[in-house]
């Protein structure tokens, strides 16, 4: 019944929608005004920022390559989404420095018109800002409540653009970016697990099935430390490479995040009754290690 409630509500307001919908995304970018503008006006980047986003092609057959380009004023191409079903045609209106606007007066079939993005990159007089900012309005007509129903998902699919996927994407050394990362959240790890043996009441360790920190055996206390340490010890290996421009495998940096991986599933198989959690430790270890070969392999390629 509550389900049936939302959902009239949800086609009540779709009534009463008479203006298109506005999504505004702000992001900050060590790029400067010209370098950001230059990467998103080029259609065969879009993929690698937007997660909806599956391939984008030239509208013009003759000139197939277009999308590597700029996108100049009058030019087409074509968006494809969820699994290459959806498409959108989009044609640049207006590209002039700190300025790109596309639009798409059909938009998505039976779902949305009227559909455009505007991409704003004020000129920064700060230069001792090291941020440059990028401003994103995003505006559509819904035609169908699916439209409407969308719009958290699209709030949510623009912020991860602009202020992850996009930085991620401009990154000249991802491999040492990924392991700055992975040392900050280890190293707050290792100390909210301090924290809850301390002061808390091992809710962390009795959630994974492993029993509450005072009744643990010496040799299990003192393995609850040094998995504390192994935290805060990866957070200070990453940092000292932090400035380091190769992209070379690093004994200190690498090793420590290995270390505190080895550390975490090994608590587990000795300490956890419970299976899922290891499988799950694994599993986490197990992406850590593929983003860590993806950073390394698109840092080899930047720098080739």
Not at 241 to 247: G, I, L, Q, V
Not at 271 to 291: F, P
Request: glycine share 6%.
């Amino acid at each position: 019944m509550t389900l049936l409630k939302s959902l009239v509500l949800v086609v009540i307001c779709f009534v009463h929608v008479v203006t298109p919908i506005q999504l505004v995304t702000k992001a900050n970018s060590k790029l400067s005004a010209s370098q950001l503008q230059d990467f998103i006006s080029r259609p065969s980047n879009w993929p690698q920022i937007v997660a909806s986003s599956n391939g984008v092609e030239s509208s013009s057959s003759s000139s197939p390559n277009a999308i590597d380009m700029p996108l100049t004023k009058g030019t087409s191409v074509k968006e494809y989404f969820g699994l290459n079903l959806l498409s959108v045609n989009w044609t640049c209106r207006e590209s002039k420095p700190g300025r790109l606007l596309v639009e798409s007066p059909d938009g998505l079939d039976g779902i949305a018109d009227q559909c455009s993005m505007q991409f704003d990159f004020p000129q920064n007089d700060d230069d001792s800002s090291n941020k440059q900012e990028v401003l994103l309005t995003m505006a559509y007509n819904p035609i169908s409540p699916l439209a409407v129903l969308a719009t958290p998902i699209l709030v949510v699919d623009n912020w991860v653009a602009l202020n992850i996927l996009l930085p991620a994407a401009v990154d000249p050394n991802p491999l040492n970016s990924f392991r700055t990362l992975m040392g900050q959240l280890y190293g707050i790890a290792g100390v909210a697990h301090l924290a809850d043996i301390l002061a808390g009441e091992s809710v962390l360790f009795t959630s994974a099935g492993i029993p509450v920190y005072t009744d643990l055996p010496l040799v299990g206390q003192a393995y609850a430390w040094f998995w504390c340490a192994v935290g805060p010890l990866s957070y200070f290996a990453t940092s000292i490479r932090k400035e380091d421009p190769s992209n070379r495998p690093s004994l200190v940096a690498d090793g420590s995040l290995v270390l505190y991986g080895l550390v975490e599933v090994i608590g587990v198989i000795l300490a956890s009754t419970n299976s899922e959690v290891l499988i799950n430790a694994i599993a986490v270890q197990g992406i850590v290690s593929a983003a860590w070969i993806y950073s390394y392999k698109k840092g080899k390629a930047i720098i080739s």
